[in-house]
């Protein structure tokens, strides 16, 4: 795993779940790394995990400058076509920290940062390379797998469930395809009873779970970036273990469904993890999704 970004940067380094990933700690001197990602107005928490893996990539000092931008929060993303100086940044990786491809990574990402195809060049000579969005990453897998195993540990996956949870929506068939993706891999694996993606605003319905799901054990990983309204609040509503009295978005009251698992639902037990973008590792799979556009 991990090979594509070997001649991109040089000495090993280990991420969160013991993988080793080729990274570099010598500047590279003339490229810059821009994270994309949603953002939100009311939510804090939206940004956090794409500003932190930000901070650990500019750390490890593999780019010389490592920026962010958001759709819903500053900076946005017009203001990145001016975070990179191009006297001194001569290419920009731009990755989409986004579960699947869909209407953000190819329609608003694309038109906002004036982007025309994978490899852009700019009037001031700067060449700005267009990355796959983080969710199409196989090491994908391996993570929703960990979550699973960390938030529920000790059931015998033979007797759960494993719901995989997004959104899905009407503005692009692909939105739904990379939940579908990473249920049909660990279903092929053999170790659950069964695994379902399931979605908020189209069928499957994570709603529907009683009817989808028939084992005594029910693990829930939602396949998001952040946790938000969405894994706060929502979807712990449409799953029956919250009420969806507030909206106010606060980790400190809402990150609360997290810490009350397992969940006692119809004489069944419902684990609910945090959305799998707060993972460490993700930091990892954004360099390498940079490696590949490198290569």
Not at 64 to 76: L, Q
Request: aromatic share 8%.
């Amino acid at each position: 795993m991990f090979n594509s970004f070997a001649d991109f940067v040089g000495c090993h380094s280990t991420c969160a779940h013991g993988r080793l990933l080729k990274v570099s700690s010598v500047k590279t001197g003339d490229n810059g790394l821009l994270i994309v990602g949603h953002g939100s107005t009311v939510n804090p928490d939206s940004s956090a995990p794409t500003l932190a893996h930000a901070a650990e990539i500019r750390r490890r000092k593999i780019f010389a400058e490592v920026g962010c931008a958001f759709w819903k929060e500053e900076p946005s993303f017009r203001d990145a076509l001016f975070l990179f100086d191009p006297e001194s940044i001569q290419e920009v990786y731009v990755v989409p920290n986004f579960i699947s491809e869909g209407y953000f990574t190819q329609t608003v990402i694309p038109r906002e940062l004036e982007l025309d195809g994978p490899t852009t060049i700019r009037s001031s000579g700067q060449t700005w390379k267009y990355c796959q969005p983080v969710g199409n990453h196989p090491a994908m897998t391996e993570l929703l797998l960990q979550r699973a195993r960390d938030v529920a540990p000790g059931i015998e996956p033979a007797e759960s469930s494993l719901l995989i949870v997004a959104h899905g929506t009407d503005l692009n068939e692909n939105s739904a395809v990379a939940a579908k993706r990473e249920a049909e891999k660990i279903r092929a694996l053999g170790k659950y009873s069964s695994v379902i993606n399931v979605y908020m605003e189209e069928p499957p319905l994570v709603s529907d779970w009683r009817k989808l799901t028939k084992t005594p054990n029910i693990v829930v990983v939602p396949f998001f970036i952040a946790d938000g309204l969405h894994s706060y609040e929502d979807i712990p509503v449409l799953l029956g273990i919250a009420n969806g009295r507030s909206r106010t978005g606060s980790s400190a009251a809402s990150g609360e469904v997290f810490r009350r698992n397992p969940h006692k639902i119809d004489g069944r037990l419902l684990f609910y993890a945090s959305s799998i973008g707060t993972d460490a590792g993700f930091a990892d799979i954004i360099i390498e999704q940079a490696g590949v556009a490198k290569n």
